[in-house]
């Protein structure tokens, strides 16, 4: 970060014409911004909605409500335009592209679909690993890929989002593991268990977990639990943070992705906003332990980049009024007195 | 309310390719639009930003840290678009219109200035009334008058916001008298003052409340403590929910007009949407107790109807994804088996 600037940048927010601190949170992510782009005059550019789906060779042990069919249709979904992140992309003028990072099914092409399958679907987690080094090596760079490919063509913000029946329990392992916290503690209720349901789902994870005793470190946990799809997230997520571009953080799968990047290269951090926090309780916790600010806190659990998309106005709001704003000299109207005005 | 709707409502909502639950508030706001609106299939039409504008006789006492000329110069702000409130409605497609609810000065003419001032500014409320109850009436028939202009072209939701050096000392007045409780749980920093300016607002609002003992009437307080531009502002919400329109409530003196409303008629607030709490302390004091659930929490106090502005991209998702998603059907996406999936 470019921390020279800050001076800069918070005499520049500060002419604008409101009272100082008057935007709240909103100054303090125009001051990230700047200090991301090297600039006292950030801009978004070309940010653009990935959506990384891949399956879960535990999806069939219960983990889910839903059968894992629901992947690929999901996807298909996706690409005919009728799922939430459509809809609230949309809204927010942002493409979505859909990254096949691993469907246990072949996918028909599509101009929004990009196939970068590692494999179909991980290996069940509950007898083996769920990827191998190099295949959790192989999802990095291909995330690093796609980031690549948007930053040529002008991009400098992601908005990371996924689709994979089984995802949250990856991403509870995951976070148990790299937190060290109780696995208990990690296991939200996902696409929504009924309290049998979500009893199940703890115990299957539970023996999960006991099948890969001690991993503490980020590639053996993607190895462990998988999936493609996560792996795929925090490999574009260390690209784009190293390009100095955004990367707004959607929800419990997506934190899970930016646990396993900033235990990677803890300076990622540096480049992420956390859109939200998320209906699903251990969603806190570990936007919490990253440390992150969640800008909006509405119960939101879907996934897929919702929570990101719905939060896109909000970051965009923070560069716009920085921009666009007039200063009080320019629009003429007279600063503080600093002394309360005498009768 | 059309509560006979909640069930075709709910069904709806529940259709779509997600998670029963998983969009959060956002279903709630969605459920909420469709009983505002009569029907299973809500729409936004039309939907403005309006900054009811007013000057305060006390405001020369020291309350506000900003001398009163801010008011016309911030008027002329929002007319050449330069303000806070222009950039965040401009970036969510909002028209922005001011109206002249009681500046101290003569304005200018504009195209979107609407001229319906009261009186020029009001009376110093440390020596008198600030309005006469015929004031306060004409503010509320006037407010009452700019929401049936709009609606007649098809508005269906308004932003209201605020501009007046002094008028969170109003909104502090008319809070404390209308919840009963103590003015010194209800004076906010307002547009910023230091530990010696705060503490002076507090003296000169425990003096002018003492010049007024015992109003607990809504009416009342407008007359005692102003502002034109609040009383402007309670007319225009109760005309809005008198239409079934939306009213998206902003911060801490929107509130306070909010709170003059619902006392004038309480089922304004089965129309009303709090879009945010803000930074100002007793804000979030006034939206718990009109039981408002705010939608964002990022430490705004600008007014302006900012935070309304922000907010309206949630309140435009809401009824997006009512509108626009697919169902589980129409997707071809299989739903939750209730039953988990055995092995």
Not at 6 to 21: C, E, H, N, S, V
Not at 119 to 148: F, I, K, M, S, W
């Amino acid at each position: 970060l470019a921390h020279d600037l800050t001076t800069a940048l918070q005499a520049r927010i500060d002419a604008k014409t409101k009272p100082p601190g008057s935007l709240g949170r909103l100054e303090d992510l125009a001051l990230r911004l700047g200090l991301m782009q090297g600039t006292t005059r950030p801009v978004l550019t070309a940010p653009a909605v990935l959506v990384f789906a891949g399956d879960h060779g535990f999806a069939r042990d219960g983990v889910s409500p839903f059968p894992p069919e629901v992947t690929p249709q999901m996807v298909a979904n996706f690409l005919a335009g009728g799922a939430g992140i459509n809809v609230f992309a949309r809204l927010a003028g942002l493409p979505v592209k859909v990254i096949d990072a691993g469907v246990a099914v072949d996918l028909p092409p599509h101009p929004d679909l990009i196939d970068l399958k590692v494999r179909h679907g991980t290996r069940n987690a509950l007898q083996e690993t769920a990827l191998t080094p190099d295949e959790v090596a192989l999802c990095l760079d291909r995330g690093g890929q796609v980031v690549a490919d948007l930053a040529a063509r002008g991009c400098n913000a992601i908005l990371p989002g996924e689709m994979g029946i089984g995802n949250s329990s990856a991403a509870a392992l995951i976070t148990s593991a790299l937190l060290d916290i109780p696995l208990a503690d990690c296991v939200g209720i996902g696409a929504g268990h009924d309290p049998a349901g979500h009893a199940r789902k703890r115990e299957i994870l539970a023996r999960v977990q006991a099948r890969h005793p001690g991993v503490r470190d980020p590639l053996e946990a993607l190895a462990a639990f998988g999936g493609c799809e996560i792996a795929m997230m925090a490999g574009a997520m260390l690209a784009a943070a190293s390009r100095r571009m955004l990367v707004l953080v959607d929800g419990i799968i997506a934190t899970s992705a930016a646990l396993v990047a900033a235990r990677l290269a803890p300076a990622m951090l540096d480049y992420a906003v956390f859109a939200h926090v998320s209906g699903d309780g251990p969603h806190r916790l570990a936007v919490e332990a990253l440390g992150g600010r969640p800008l909006l806190d509405l119960g939101l659990r879907l996934g897929e980049g919702t929570g990101a998309a719905l939060a896109w106005p909000l970051v965009r709001a923070a560069a716009g009024f920085l921009e666009e704003m007039a200063t009080f000299e320019a629009a003429g109207v007279s600063e503080r007195t600093g002394v309360a005005p005498q009768p």
